[in-house]
Nanobody, 126 residues
Framework: QVQLVESGGGLVQAGGSLRLSCAAS????????MGWFRQAPGKERDFVAGIAWSGRTTTYEDSVKGRFTISRDNAENTVYLQMNSLKPEDTAVYYC???????????????????WGPGTQVTVSS
């Protein structure tokens, strides 16, 4: 089993920054691709960013490219999402997710991830 816990959410003004963290436990974290997703009220859960097990490959949803950066620290079993130039439309619950396939590729669909954290709320005021 894998346990994921997100932190770092909060209320920020438009143009501000937040750094989300996702702490993982329960298995060898460094072997698995990780992703961040978000869900706004009344909308589906959408892919935001993903990172390969090695950290060498990342992928982003178009609307966050150039503003968000995903990274990981395998020694600390933690994945991060640095969010800059935040906009009101970034307001959502943000979820961390882990794939179950060791050394698998980064994927941009929720069905590709088997483990999810409870989420952290990010609210961007205008």
């Amino acid at each position: 089993q894998v346990q994921l816990v997100e932190s770092g959410g909060g209320l920020v003004q438009a143009g501000g920054s937040l750094r989300l963290s996702c702490a993982a436990s329960g298995r060898t974290f460094s072997r698995y691709a990780m992703g961040w997703f978000r869900q706004a009220p009344g909308k589906e859960r959408d892919f935001v960013a993903g990172i390969a097990w090695s950290g060498r490959t990342t992928t982003y949803e178009d609307s966050v490219k150039g503003r968000f950066t995903i990274s990981r620290d395998n020694a600390e079993n933690t994945v991060y999402l640095q969010m800059n130039s935040l906009k009101p439309e970034d307001t959502a619950v943000y979820y961390c997710a882990a794939r179950s396939q060791a050394f698998g590729a980064v994927v941009a669909t929720g069905s590709g991830y088997n483990y999810w954290g409870p989420g952290t709320q990010v609210t961007v005021s205008s």
